[in-house]
């Protein structure tokens, strides 16, 4: 039987500071080290676009991060978009917490089993309240809503109208532009 070693997220980072993963894109998901997938242009494109969007859309009540580290209690993940609260200040010496994530959204072009059941139920462990996939094959925004237990009790998904967030509800998103 094949025993494998979790890293805990205190190790992680002493592996980041010593600069043996610094050429390497990698992310930290239940205590295991794993390689991210390449970015393709549309990918790029599409979180970009997204992005600008929100901050657009959220100026003056929250900082919107593209691929940057949330440090969760067994994984440090880099959602593709991270919306979490102000000020900026707070994040000087360490990534996000849980508590400072309003919701947190990944693009999938070549992920989205991944996103949909792995990250999940990481994101939902975490009690992130709220948690949305782009899938941009379909053209279609999955939300995950209702937390209990650590998971979404709740999914829809949305191809057209306007969305509101269980952070924001008076900010009304078009979905067309999401997707």
Not at 47 to 53: E, P
Request: proline letters at 6%; a negative charge; charged letters at 30%.
């Amino acid at each position: 039987m094949i025993t494998i070693a979790k890293w805990s997220v205190e190790d992680y980072h002493k592996i980041i500071e010593t600069g043996i993963l610094s050429d390497r894109p990698v992310e930290l998901l239940e205590g295991t080290i794993i390689e991210m997938s390449p970015e393709c242009p549309l990918h790029r494109k599409k979180c970009d676009s997204v992005a600008d969007y929100l901050r657009e859309k959220l100026k003056g009540y929250a900082k919107v991060y593209e691929a940057h580290p949330t440090t969760l209690s067994t994984s440090e993940p880099e959602p593709d978009i991270a919306i979490v609260r102000l000020p900026i200040s707070l994040y000087d010496n360490r990534h996000p917490y849980p508590e400072d994530i309003y919701w947190l959204i990944e693009i999938s072009d070549k992920t989205l089993s991944k996103d949909l059941q792995q990250k999940r139920l990481i994101y939902g462990n975490a009690g992130i309240r709220q948690y949305w996939v782009i899938d941009v094959e379909k053209r279609e925004l999955k939300v995950f809503r209702n937390l209990l237990n650590g998971d979404y009790q709740k999914q829809e998904t949305y191809t057209t109208g306007t969305i509101s967030t269980l952070a924001f509800p008076e900010i009304q998103l078009c979905v067309e532009r999401i997707i």
